[in-house]
Structure formats: C-alpha cells, structure tokens
Antibody, heavy 124, light 110 residues
Framework: QVQLQESGPGLVKPSETLSLTCSVS??????????WSWIRQPPGKGLEWIGY???????NYNPSLRSRLTISVDTSKNQFSLRLRSVTAADTAVYYC????????????????WGQGTLVTVSS | QSALTQPPSASGSPGQSVTISCTGT?????????VSWYQQHPGKAPKLMIY???KRPSGVPDRFSGSKSGNTASLTVSGLQTEDEADYYC??????????FGGGTKLTVL
C-alpha cells in the first residue's frame, strides 16, 4: 500500500522559508507513471494546487507561487520536498503531499494517494 | 488558469439524490475527459471518488456516479446516506501539463 507522510515545522515566522518533506513508502519515486505533488488548503477554504515534480526533476509550479517556490526530489531517500520563501500569513494552510497518476500520453489524470496533511502556521 | 466553478453548497435528505456541478471551459473540463472528484471529511485528506469523468475506483459505492456535458462535469450521489456529508472537489486536466481545481461544494444530508 502506498503511503505518503509530510514532515516539517508547524510554525514559521513571516518572511522566512517554509520547508516540508514528503516521505514515500510502498512505491518508488523513480517512476514514469506518476508525478509527486504538493497541494495546500487554508483553514476553512478550498484546495490549492502548488506544483509537482517528476523523478527526473522536471517541475511545474502554480504561477501564483512560482517566484517563491522550489520543489525537489531525493531519489536515494524516496522523498520529495517543498521550499516556499518569504512566507506571509496567507501561506498558513494544511499542506498535503500526493501522488498524481499520469496517462500513457503523459497527461495528468488523477490524484490517487494523499498524505494526511500537516498544518503550517505563519506567525511571529 | 481560473478555478473551476462549483456551487458552495448542496443538500438532500437520506435516500434522495443530489447532483453537484463543476463548470469550466473548453480548455479544461470541455476539452479533456480527465475530470476527477474527491470527497473530504473534516480534518481528513481528500479521497478519490470518480476519475476520467465516469469511472469509480475500487471500493467506492456505486451510489456515486459522474458525467459530463460540454464544459460542465457533474457528480451525482444517489440514495444519500449520512456518511456522504462532506466537502466535494472537482479537478480537471487543463493542458500545459497542469491541473485546475474547483472551489469545493459542502454537501449536507438533512
């Protein structure tokens, strides 16, 4: 069974960098069948797509976050990570890591496995 | 890309049917058959309920069904049960190798 688990600080100060890691078990991140993604959900609000990475390091980011965002992958640890710079209170959210299924044509299809989510609060 | 449009809320009594819509454009919902639906209970991660517009993953009750017409996809829950009360989100492929999310619909079972 595939499992994803987010880890990282639950409190980040404004203007600092939010860093989270997603540990994947039950599936190698080295695969052409899936992308590895981050999604967030501000308290009481809807889901927001952050971006994704392939095992080879190709990325695609939400344009609204692109200037502050880096997603990376560590195949040796079967993990991928998120770094969001210069955070503000608007970045307070539950952050999910998830697996995105890709069709044989390379099209993003569905999100089939999610981590449990981790709440990150931006506050001084 | 703009978010997909969902009604903020929907409701129905136990045993009834309810349909939740998800409206996009010809660049996303209308252009591809890669629309999926997710159920989210409070404090939990979303769960895949429907994919590729109409398909159900193993383990999802057949009370849940999906369809699409033009730029609007729909999720229908038949024979409503109390455990169906949750938030529901649609997601569509949008080209440029990206996904676009709906704003979510809160389903209340009266």
């Amino acid at each position: 069974q595939v499992q994803l688990q987010e880890s990282g600080p639950g409190l980040v100060k404004p203007s600092e960098t939010l860093s989270l890691t997603c540990s994947v078990s039950g599936n190698s991140v080295i695969t052409d069948n899936y992308y590895w993604s981050w999604i967030r959900q501000p308290p009481g609000k809807g889901l927001e797509w952050i971006g994704y990475i392939s095992y080879s390091g190709s990325t695609n980011y939400n344009p609204s976050l692109r200037s502050r965002l880096t997603i990376s992958v560590d195949t040796s640890k079967n993990q991928f990570s998120l770094r969001l710079r210069s955070v503000t209170a608007a970045d307070t959210a539950v952050y999910y890591c998830a697996r995105v299924d890709i069709t044989i044509f390379g099209v993003l299809n569905l999100i089939d496995f999610w981590g449990q989510g981790t709440l990150v609060t931006v506050s001084s | 890309q703009s978010a997909l449009t969902q009604p903020p809320s929907a409701s129905g009594s136990p045993g009834q049917s309810v349909t939740i819509s998800c409206t996009g454009t010809s660049n996303d919902v209308g252009g591809y058959n890669y629309v999926s639906w997710y159920q989210q209970h409070p404090g939990k991660a979303p769960k895949l309920m429907i994919y590729e517009v109409t398909k159900r993953p193993s383990g999802v009750p057949d009370r849940f069904s999906g369809s699409k017409s033009g730029n609007t996809a729909s999720l229908t829950v038949s024979g409503l049960q109390t455990e169906d009360e949750a938030d529901y989100y649609c997601i569509s492929y949008v080209g440029t190798n990206n996904l676009v999310f709906g704003g979510g619909t809160k389903l209340t079972v009266l």
